[in-house]
């Protein structure tokens, strides 16, 4: 599948999303407007996370405490990952960490492991249904940042009321203001904190996308060799597991310490 306009082209079908205009029409192609959706991204993510969730909820139901089958001992074996990785980072009271981490580890990585589906296949068959032979579809739902701005924004304001419930709102205020210099120079803390924080969904975002994007422009350009795509595709597929698991497990110990840094009193 190429889209007009050689090689191009071809890299640039591959990395637009199919997008929804909610208040704005479009304009060579592209949304104007603010209110955008990526319908691939949210078909992706929804049905990935249905599928994998159901899966996980069906090991459970279908739990034995006599010898597990391979899917039950594979769950087990992950929750059980997580949970020591909570355990051993987040040091307060809360029964959302871990079902949060958990979340965020199997989420991320199944939709990072998408990008190991051949670069054509998913953008064929979507235009062979819809009967659109120009049809984008990107299939890899966390080399979009809208996704991964929307999970890392998300795991900001999970933080931001962590820190609400564990110290109230005095206490936390009183923490911006006085942390770490002392409440004399108090504007000085709250600027520094403001960085702080701002930074945090920032760079939790940014790492996720520009790993998974980068990973996902090189199988492109891979795509493009021809008859050479066998011999680079699959060492790099093989190096792209590790790429693909590392990233969903930083996300997830990143998302563990911010709430560990939350549920803390300086």
């Not at 591959?14 to 407007?33: E, F, P, R, Y």
């Not at 078909?43 to 159901?54: A, E, K, Q, T, Y």
């Not at 068959?125 to 809208?146: E, I, M, R, S, Y």
């Amino acid at each position: 599948m190429s889209a007009e306009g050689g090689t191009a082209g071809y890299i640039q079908h591959h990395l637009t999303n199919l997008a929804v205009c909610a208040d704005s029409a479009k304009v060579d192609g592209a949304c104007t407007g603010f209110w955008t959706f990526h319908l691939d991204t949210l078909l992706m993510s929804g049905l990935l996370g249905l599928v994998i969730f159901g899966l996980m909820a069906w090991a459970a139901s279908k739990a034995t405490s006599g010898v597990p089958g391979g899917w039950q001992n594979f769950v087990e074996m992950v929750v059980g990952m997580v949970d020591n990785q909570v355990r051993d980072t987040f040091h307060g009271k809360s029964a959302l960490v871990t079902p949060l981490a958990i979340t965020i580890f199997v989420w991320v990585f199944v939709m990072n492991m998408m990008d190991l589906v051949p670069v054509d296949f998913l953008p064929i068959a979507a235009q062979k249904v819809t009967g659109n032979p120009h049809l984008p579809f990107k299939f890899v739902p966390t080399t979009d940042p809208n996704l991964t701005f929307a999970m890392a924004i998300s795991v900001f304001f999970i933080m931001i009321w962590m820190n609400i419930k564990v110290k109230g709102v005095g206490g936390w205020l009183h923490e911006i203001f006085s942390a770490p210099f002392g409440i004399k120079l108090a504007p000085i803390n709250f600027i520094f904190r403001v960085v702080e924080d701002i930074a945090k969904p920032i760079s939790l975002a940014l790492r996720l996308f520009g790993n998974m994007y980068a990973g996902e422009m090189v199988f492109i350009l891979i795509a493009l060799l021809g008859v050479w795509q066998l011999p680079l595709a699959l060492p790099w597929e093989l190096f792209h597991v590790l790429i693909i698991t590392l990233q969903a497990f930083v996300f997830m110990m990143l998302t563990i310490v911010y709430m560990s840094m939350a549920a803390e009193s300086h």
